[in-house]
């Protein structure tokens, strides 16, 4: 299961280059036909060892889109819409997670024991509708006018100007300072609030706090529809509240969860108590990180910088999300797991990062809400 993890480690940092100079219409078809292998080899795989490499070429892909596809809508969006256009990248990923689960149900028992081979082939089908539609979309107007420099492009506003730097300039250096720590900072506190732990490890947790193992995955699946429908609240509302203000309100409503779900856990309290604070935690990731991470970072680097910038943060992300996957048996699994009869001081961990995390947004966050993207570009 990691392997895919790690190649979203590697398609994140090492697609910024390729995107740039190739496009982002092109990278995003390239990205189809990773999927598209990574799904036909997956379901005949012979073994393990070319299991775990098909995998991991579907993770370079989801790396990879996860610094082209943001780049590509905030491009080709005006400002008074970007922000919820963009937003629609992590809604699809929650809604994509969900349509799985009913994929592999609907799936389960009609191959036999080989059925799990129909459930990841089944991915086949949307990557080649994907690699087929593509082909229909135009190049960011964006790119164009920054990559070719052709007479008569006309860009979304026609009064503003693209920024002409030497696009081999290196992404780290001094005028850039201030994107690269934003990009730094909400990757960061995005998998340090802990929405990985909780979304991949709902069923143990549910476990813990006495549920049986057949609730647990009722509680999970319930997890992820109230994922799903902040998702879209968050969308609604990215470009009337703007980012900033998501972020106050999830980083509030991250404290209130944590520190009540790690009570929960200390103090004994009912499984009901600790799925109604959970459900608060998943809604307010949903509405605040959730829906902002990928718009913020597509918006705050410079058209010439704008895909390295991405994977920077993209990169940041993924490699938390890796590690913190990687460790968090260490704490819960198993009879040697350091919290698996309490695990409360993991949540209240999480918690007081989230209170530092309100204390940056509130310090060091900008408001990108219905600003052009060049106006952003001189800002920074």
């Known amino acids: 299961m ?10 994140a940092l090492a697609s910024g280059r390729p995107i740039e100079r190739y496009g982002r219409k092109t990278s995003l078809f390239v990205i189809g036909l990773l999927y598209l292998i990574s799904a036909l ?28 596809a943001p780049a590509y809508i905030s491009e080709i969006s005006s400002a008074s819409v970007r922000g919820r256009r963009v937003a629609l990248y992590q809604f699809n990923i929650v809604f994509g997670i969900f349509v799985a689960f009913i994929s592999n149900y609907l799936l389960e028992g009609v191959g036999g024991s080989m059925d799990w081979r129909l459930m990841l082939g089944a991915e086949a089908i949307p990557a080649l ?14 790119w164009l006018a920054l990559k070719e420099d052709e007479a008569g492009i006309e860009l979304i506003d026609s009064n503003v100007s693209i920024d002409q730097k030497n696009t081999r300039a290196g992404l780290f250096q001094h005028d850039l300072r201030k994107p690269l720590m934003l990009a730094f900072f909400i990757a960061f506190f995005n998998q340090w609030s802990g929405i990985n732990f909780i979304l991949y490890y709902a069923p143990e947790i549910m476990d813990i706090s006495g549920l049986a193992s057949k609730e647990s995955l009722w509680s999970s699946i319930f997890i992820g529809l109230v994922n799903l429908v902040f998702t879209v609240l968050g969308i609604n509302l990215i470009d009337r509240l703007g980012r900033r203000q998501l972020l106050i309100l999830g980083s509030i409503g991250y404290i209130l969860s944590l520190f009540a779900v790690a009570y929960g ?3 004994d309290l009912s499984s009901t108590y600790l799925l109604v604070f959970l ?5 307010s990731h949903a509405i605040g990180q959730g829906a902002v991470i990928w718009v913020f970072i597509s918006e705050i680097f410079p058209t010439a910088y704008r895909a ?5 943060g993209s990169g940041v992300h993924w490699v938390l999300a890796a590690f913190i996957t990687l460790i968090t048996p260490v704490f819960l699994d198993g009879d040697n797991g350091i919290f698996k009869d309490n695990p409360w001081p993991i949540f209240a961990f999480l918690g007081g990062l989230m209170v530092v995390q309100l204390i940056w947004v509130l310090w060091k966050v900008p408001e990108t809400k219905g600003v052009e993207l060049e106006e952003i570009q001189q800002t920074m």
Do not use: N
């Not at 990691?2 to 398609?11: C, H, P």
């Not at 509708?129 to 964006?142: A, D, E, G, K, T």
């Not at 459900?279 to 809604?283: E, H, Q, R, S, V």
């Open 41 to 68: 080899g997956s379901a005949v795989a012979p073994d393990p060892y070319s299991f775990s490499f098909f995998r991991f070429i579907g993770g370079v892909g989801v790396g990879a889109s996860s610094v082209a």
């Open 279 to 283: 459900c608060l935690f998943i809604a």
């Open 308 to 312: 390295r910038g991405q994977a920077f």
């Open 2 to 11: 990691s392997m895919a993890l790690w190649g979203t480690v590697v398609g």
């Open 265 to 267: 856990f200390k103090q």
């Open 129 to 142: 509708v994907f690699c087929v539609l593509i082909r229909r979309i135009p190049q960011s107007p964006r």
